[in-house]
């Protein structure tokens, strides 16, 4: 290389450094501006924040295990004449009886409230629209129930009734009757009065745990009545009063609460029905 040419090569390297450095410069900016679009949303339609999911409806409640087509429900609510109010065929009715998530029925009855004309009570209980005649032909009504709450002064609740109906309908003369831990039947003798028979059924029990009756009018002047608790069952038999055979009568069910004294508007009977089933 002659002397004379160095300069001019010295030149050439140069330039074509410079430009090398340049196309690196220009590459290092072009990749962080799209990682700032990128991060800004300014890319594609994915990279965008989506809306937020409208939140599901809840599933519906199943309908209840019960027919309530077939009954009428008593309230501890007072109607137009003040006394108990009630609704025909029977339905829910906050806070009284509402559905449960398994199909069941809650029952709640305070100490305090409406009654029924011959009750010092109150109550939320279904009536069945079906009538029959005590002593003819077989009639069962059949309950599966948890206790949830029992009034606090120790009267307890009746769970399930053969009662008067039509003429005989302030009557009711078998009473299933949870107190101080025991399940007993109450027969009364008379229409008024307090000559009755009790008959007991079970002990030691509680809240919390499934609860199963029966009550049968066998329909030849007897009457069965059983219950199954905590891997315990118990039947007993009665005679069918001789002041009801014939008479116009129908099954009752559900928390008709017995307390004498109120412990506030908190006091009261609370049950769940699973399953309630009448036949005959």
Do not use: C
Not at 163 to 170: F, Q
């Amino acid at each position: 290389m002659r002397l004379q040419e160095l300069p001019s090569r010295l030149s050439a390297i140069r330039e074509r450094r410079w430009l090398v450095i340049a196309v690196v410069l220009v590459v290092l900016l072009g990749g962080g501006v799209w990682i700032i679009l990128a991060n800004s949303g300014g890319g594609s339609s994915e990279s965008q924040t989506a809306a937020p999911a409208t939140p599901a409806s809840p599933p519906p409640l199943p309908p209840p295990g019960i027919e309530l087509s077939d009954w009428k429900l008593s309230l501890p609510e007072s109607n137009e004449d003040g006394n108990a109010a009630s609704i025909e065929p029977a339905t829910f009715k906050a806070p009284w009886m509402t559905p449960t998530p398994d199909g069941g029925l809650m029952f709640w009855a305070p100490t305090s409230g409406a009654t029924t004309k011959n009750s010092d009570h109150p109550r939320t209980e279904l009536q069945s629209r079906t009538y029959f005649n005590a002593g003819s032909g077989v009639h069962t009504l059949t309950a599966s129930l948890t206790l949830l709450q029992l009034p606090r002064d120790g009267e307890g609740i009746i769970l399930g009734q053969i009662h008067g109906a039509g003429e005989n309908s302030s009557v009711p003369y078998v009473m299933l009757r949870v107190q101080d831990k025991k399940l007993r039947v109450v027969v009364k003798q008379i229409g008024k009065g307090g000559k009755l028979i009790n008959y007991p059924l079970l002990d030691n029990v509680g809240l919390n745990s499934p609860l199963n009756y029966t009550i049968t009018d066998l329909g030849n002047g007897s009457m069965t009545f059983s219950a199954t608790y905590d891997g315990q069952t118990r039947q007993t038999t009665a005679p069918v009063p001789a002041k009801f055979v014939g008479k116009t009568v129908r099954f009752q069910a559900g928390d008709y609460q017995q307390a004498d004294n109120s412990a506030g508007t908190q006091d009261g009977g609370r049950v769940i029905f699973h399953r309630l089933v009448e036949q005959g």
